[in-house]
């Protein structure tokens, strides 16, 4: 390409990004548009042998396009066709964007992706300011006694444990709180989670301490934001990171680090206790729960929910074909049946699995549940190798999300999770060059 097409393509590739992952908090319409401009900027590139030169070698591009036939095979034997073309075309992007940039003949610069991500803790910042101020404003309504409060732990023993506790620690927690820019709070919270661990990667590359103690106190900003937005499985995440940082600082001899991260970790735990509705569901809702599923059980609180959603799933499971699954667009209609079968209901009216493992090994059997473990860890163990904590750490936060969540099944899950593993992965890496060549080992054989 010509010095100037180049310039051309990379304003595409780099406009596109900021677009699509500064808009992902408030509309994903948006998003999609800015990826959308950015998978025609690929195609106006060219250089097709070079581009299918480049995936031939590469192990990560191959897991994914792995995941992709095994989505298609799926077609041939799902009961519903038009859910099954449905699941392939939610999840386009999953599969295109890593595609663009790893094949991509433009590289951008990390002071570029530094800016992408600068954009998406900006956003991230202006969405905590909206849904406070939402929060204000439902919480004004309730005390005049405009609209009622939405008591979303109604059915749970909420009440009952905290009797003297105000009403408005609902409407400033959870899904209340989360209302401000209409996303579910586990969504917002694995953001705002990944801004935490940006802000802390910038701490050592900043030598002004004033900044230093600006980027502490928007971290902690954020962290008392996702207690707030008590999502359990990412509070544990970070929760755990944080004491992982703290550890690996004091062992490292970076004491005022690690003193510093000792201190946050306490200053989470106490805000987390403080505030009833992230302390219940935490904390009280896990130790009342008995877990134990039964057929013809009914169940209403949270954890009983996710904890009958998995035994329904892996009763499903008994009826699926063990390598390639119940087929693309079927999990959720085979959950369903499982749930008449045993008369197991939810008062959720839910049949989504909530485990992202658990719905890939129902849909696309043990080869997709394989393939996912595979698109996680390799680039983990590569980040490893590059000494690279911020992917590390993201990808064991998506990891733990897609425990409890079918994160990968969701828009606001699928397009967040893709832009930052394509960035990391193949812009700020090139970890579209490692493949692996069996040659050696015949040799070896011979």
Same mark, same amino acid.
């Given at each position: 390409?010509?010095?100037?097409?180049?310039?051309?393509?990379?304003?595409?590739?780099?406009?596109?990004?900021?677009?699509?992952?500064?808009?992902?908090?408030?509309?994903?319409?948006?998003?999609?548009?800015?990826?959308?401009?950015?998978?025609?900027?690929?195609?106006?590139?060219?250089?097709?042998?070079?581009?299918?030169?480049?995936?031939?070698?590469?192990?990560?591009?191959?897991?994914?396009?792995?995941?992709?036939?095994?989505?298609?095979?799926?077609?041939?034997?799902?009961?519903?066709?038009?859910?099954?073309?449905?699941?392939?075309?939610?999840?386009?992007?999953?599969?295109?964007?890593?595609?663009?940039?790893?094949?991509?003949?433009?590289?951008?610069?990390?002071?570029? @992706?530094? =800016?992408?991500? &600068? +954009?998406?803790? *900006?956003?991230? #910042?202006?969405?905590?300011? /909206?849904?406070?101020?939402?929060?204000?404003?439902?919480?004004?309504?309730?005390?005049?006694?405009?609209?009622?409060?939405?008591?979303?732990?109604?059915?749970?023993?909420?009440?009952?444990?905290?009797?003297?506790?105000?009403?408005?620690?609902?409407?400033?927690?959870?899904?209340?709180?989360?209302?401000?820019?209409?996303?579910?709070?586990?969504?917002?919270?694995?953001?705002?989670?990944?801004?935490?661990?940006?802000?802390?990667?910038?701490?050592?590359?900043?030598?002004?301490?004033?900044?230093?103690?600006?980027?502490?106190?928007?971290?902690?900003?954020?962290?008392?934001?996702?207690?707030?937005?008590?999502?359990? @499985?990412? =509070?544990?995440? &970070? +929760?755990?990171? *944080?004491?992982? #940082?703290?550890?690996?600082? /004091?062992?490292?001899?970076?004491?005022?680090?690690?003193?510093?991260?000792?201190?946050?970790?306490?200053?989470?735990?106490?805000?987390?206790?403080?505030?009833?509705?992230?302390?219940?569901?935490?904390?009280?809702?896990?130790?009342?729960?008995?877990?134990?599923?039964?057929?013809?059980?009914?169940?209403?609180?949270?954890?009983?929910?996710?904890?009958?959603?998995?035994?329904?799933?892996?009763?499903?499971?008994?009826?699926?074909?063990?390598?390639?699954?119940?087929?693309?667009?079927?999990?959720?209609?085979?959950?369903?049946?499982?749930?008449?079968?045993?008369?197991?209901?939810?008062?959720?009216?839910?049949?989504?699995?909530?485990?992202?493992?658990?719905?890939?090994? *129902?849909?696309?059997?043990?080869?997709?549940? /394989?393939?996912?473990?595979?698109?996680?860890?390799?680039?983990?163990?590569?980040?490893?190798?590059?000494?690279?904590?911020?992917?590390?750490?993201?990808?064991?936060?998506?990891?733990?999300?897609?425990?409890?969540?079918?994160?990968?099944?969701?828009?606001?899950?699928?397009?967040?999770?893709?832009?930052?593993?394509?960035?990391?992965?193949?812009?700020?890496?090139?970890?579209?060059?490692?493949?692996?060549?069996?040659?050696?080992?015949?040799?070896?054989?011979?």
């Amino acid at each position: 390409m010509s010095e100037s097409k180049t310039i051309l393509h990379k304003n595409i590739l780099w406009a596109s990004l900021i677009l699509s992952i500064t808009a992902l908090p408030f509309s994903i319409k948006v998003c999609h548009a800015g990826m959308i401009v950015l998978l025609l900027g690929w195609l106006m590139e060219g250089n097709w042998s070079v581009k299918f030169r480049i995936i031939k070698q590469s192990l990560l591009l191959q897991i994914i396009i792995g995941l992709l036939v095994l989505q298609l095979i799926g077609l041939l034997y799902t009961d519903n066709m038009n859910s099954g073309l449905f699941s392939v075309e939610k999840k386009i992007f999953f599969y295109m964007i890593p595609v663009a940039l790893a094949t991509t003949m433009v590289r951008l610069t990390k002071n570029e @992706i530094r =800016i992408i991500f &600068i +954009g998406f803790f *900006l956003s991230c #910042l202006i969405g905590t300011l /909206l849904c406070t101020v939402h929060a204000w404003t439902q919480a004004h309504d309730y005390i005049t006694g405009i609209t009622p409060i939405n008591h979303y732990l109604a059915t749970s023993s909420y009440s009952d444990l905290h009797p003297l506790d105000s009403e408005k620690w609902l409407i400033f927690s959870y899904v209340s709180l989360a209302e401000g820019i209409n996303i579910h709070p586990t969504y917002f919270s694995f953001y705002l989670s990944f801004c935490v661990l940006f802000l802390l990667h910038q701490i050592g590359e900043i030598k002004s301490t004033l900044r230093q103690a600006g980027i502490w106190a928007l971290a902690s900003y954020f962290i008392i934001f996702i207690i707030f937005l008590a999502a359990r @499985i990412v =509070i544990l995440a &970070i +929760g755990l990171m *944080l004491i992982f #940082l703290a550890i690996r600082s /004091l062992i490292n001899h970076q004491k005022m680090i690690g003193i510093a991260f000792v201190i946050m970790s306490i200053f989470f735990s106490y805000i987390l206790y403080i505030n009833p509705v992230s302390r219940y569901r935490s904390l009280q809702e896990i130790h009342l729960s008995t877990f134990n599923i039964s057929p013809g059980g009914h169940y209403e609180t949270a954890a009983q929910i996710r904890a009958s959603l998995w035994w329904t799933g892996f009763k499903s499971i008994q009826h699926s074909n063990p390598f390639l699954g119940v087929g693309s667009g079927d999990v959720e209609i085979e959950m369903q049946k499982t749930s008449r079968q045993f008369g197991i209901t939810n008062i959720l009216g839910s049949f989504d699995p909530h485990s992202q493992y658990l719905f890939t090994l *129902l849909g696309c059997g043990i080869i997709g549940l /394989l393939l996912l473990i595979l698109w996680f860890a390799l680039p983990a163990y590569f980040s490893w190798g590059e000494k690279d904590p911020l992917f590390i750490g993201f990808i064991l936060l998506l990891s733990m999300i897609c425990l409890t969540e079918t994160a990968l099944e969701s828009q606001k899950g699928i397009v967040f999770s893709t832009l930052v593993y394509a960035i990391l992965s193949f812009q700020r890496h090139s970890f579209q060059s490692i493949s692996i060549s069996f040659r050696p080992i015949l040799r070896a054989g011979n």
